[in-house]
């Protein structure tokens, strides 16, 4: 008897309880925005994620000696520092450094650094 007791109780909140949920309405979706000319419009200019981040950077003997792995930005927004990974191999040893932005000159689409050697920057300072 008791178990018949059991499981009526608990069979009647399951039924009851399906059917409150039943009762209330989906929150309607916000409409979405329409794509226009201005959107377009609005958008326009450089991309530093997929125009500097990543980009190697080289020395004046021609060597790589590292990659862009961010950009400093002073509070007016203005580029101040780029951040480069230099040093190790396949990324084991690697660390970042800050350079002044207009250390670094872009050349044919291709990041110069003058006067740094691969040993000079291994001896500056771990950007964190």
Known sequence: MNKLTAITVCSLACVFGTSAFAQTTAPSAPPAPAASATQAEMVKGWGVKHNLIGKNVYNEQDEKIGDIRDVILNENGTATHYVVGVGGFLGMGEHDVSLPFNELQLVNDRFNLQGYTK????????WK
């Open 119 to 126: 040993e000079r920057l291994k001896e500056l300072p771990k």
